[in-house]
C-alpha cells in the first residue's frame, strides 16, 4: 500500500469542477490534502482527465482555484485527483486551510477542556 507523504484531512467542502473538452459538474470535497482530493460526484471522469477545479471552503470566500488537477483514479460516485498547478495566492490559501486544519482536533480538545 503506497505511504503518503501529506497529512488528509476529512472535509465537506462544496467543489465544482470544468476541462476544456466541455466536462463539468459539481461535487463535494471528502478528503483534502496539500497535493490533492477525493471529490463525491454523480459525473463520471476518467483517470487522465485534467481540469479546473474550484473549492468553495466558506461562504464568506472566493473559491480556491486550481487551475490543473488531475484525475488518478474512478470509483463509483467519487474520484482522486491530484493538484499539479496553483497560482501563488491559491496555494498560500490552501496551505492555510490545511494548516487549520492540522490545528482543529488540539483546538477541539483545548476547547473542551476550558469548558468543563
Not at 476541462?19 to 487522465?48: K, W, Y
Not at 474550484?54 to 473559491?63: G, K, L, M
Request: glycine fraction near 6%; charge should be negative.
Amino acid at each position: 500500500m503506497e505511504q503518503r507523504k501529506e497529512n488528509r484531512f476529512p472535509v465537506g467542502f462544496r467543489s465544482s469542477f470544468s476541462s476544456a473538452n466541455s466536462l463539468s459538474g459539481d461535487g463535494t470535497l471528502s478528503d483534502l490534502s496539500i497535493r490533492g482530493c477525493q471529490v463525491r460526484s454523480l459525473v463520471e471522469v476518467n483517470p487522465g482527465t485534467v481540469f479546473q477545479l474550484r473549492v468553495q471552503v466558506s461562504d464568506h470566500e472566493s473559491p480556491i482555484v486550481v487551475s490543473h488537477a488531475i484525475v488518478r483514479w474512478y470509483r463509483a460516485g467519487s474520484f482522486g485527483c491530484e493538484f499539479v498547478n496553483l497560482g501563488a495566492e491559491e496555494w498560500a490559501r490552501l496551505r492555510a486551510v490545511t494548516t487549520e486544519l492540522e490545528k482543529e482536533p488540539y483546538q477541539k480538545t483545548q476547547d473542551d477542556s476550558e469548558t468543563s
